[in-house]
């Protein structure tokens, strides 16, 4: 018997483009490793639950704002929503809030998140920004396990483009972004499928 595929949920702040790409690609391809088995926000009415659930894809809101700035108390109501609909790994897509250690430890080695950026080049935010300050010649987007420092851990895959004379924030944003929907469903593949694992804070092919 076929082991079942691992249940992913994937956490949005906005419209949510990254989790549409994962979605997509996951359907596309009979042999994707994973069910997207649900979309949770931390704002209520953001994009991405409607075209989640245009997909027909379970979806649920936990808003932090009701929390009084308890970020483990947001994030303890968020975990039992994981529980509920049986969730093995967790995928950040556009996820505008830090967790705490708690959190992270929590899900250590079954959360990936994706950032703007050649890790550890520009953590943070506004990482275009800081790429065409510093100067450099290539920028890109990782995907990385998290882990309880921001933008730490281990780097699973990475994708870069060229920043070209003349570009802007935005220029350069959209041409990453480009590489983000490709990259995310081929790194979230990895993991899910156990062939990249995070084991004692040490990244592992298998």
């Known amino acids: 018997m076929t082991a079942p595929?691992?249940?992913v949920g994937i956490l949005i702040s906005g419209r949510g483009s990254n989790m549409v790409s994962l979605v997509e690609a996951a359907r596309a391809d009979e042999a994707f490793p994973a069910e997207i088995a649900l979309v949770l926000s931390n704002v209520p009415?953001?994009?991405?639950?409607?075209r989640a659930k245009?997909?027909?894809?379970a979806t649920a809101t936990v808003d932090h704002r009701a929390f009084n700035r308890d970020r483990e108390?947001?994030?303890?109501?968020?975990d039992e929503v994981l529980r509920v609909h049986q969730i093995d790994l967790v995928v950040l897509a556009g996820f505008m809030r830090i967790m705490t250690t708690w959190f992270v430890q929590r899900w250590e080695g079954r959360m990936i998140?994706?950032?703007p950026s050649l890790l550890p080049l520009f953590k943070g935010t506004h990482?275009?920004?800081?790429a065409l300050e510093a100067g450099v010649t290539e920028h890109g987007c990782s995907v990385h396990f998290v882990v309880p420092e921001l933008d730490a851990?281990?780097?699973i895959m990475q994708a870069k483009v060229p920043v070209l004379p003349g570009d802007d924030e935005d220029a350069l944003a959209a041409r990453v972004l480009e590489q983000e929907h490709l990259l995310y469903p081929r790194a979230?593949?990895?993991v899910a499928s156990g062939r990249t694992a995070l084991v004692d804070g040490a990244l592992v092919e298998r």
């Open 188 to 190: 979230l593949a990895k």
């Open 5 to 7: 595929r691992p249940r």
């Open 113 to 115: 998140n994706i950032h």
């Open 127 to 130: 990482t275009h920004r800081q």
């Open 54 to 57: 245009d997909f027909g894809i």
């Open 45 to 50: 009415g953001a994009g991405g639950l409607d």
């Open 73 to 78: 108390a947001f994030e303890r109501a968020m």
């Open 153 to 155: 851990g281990p780097v």
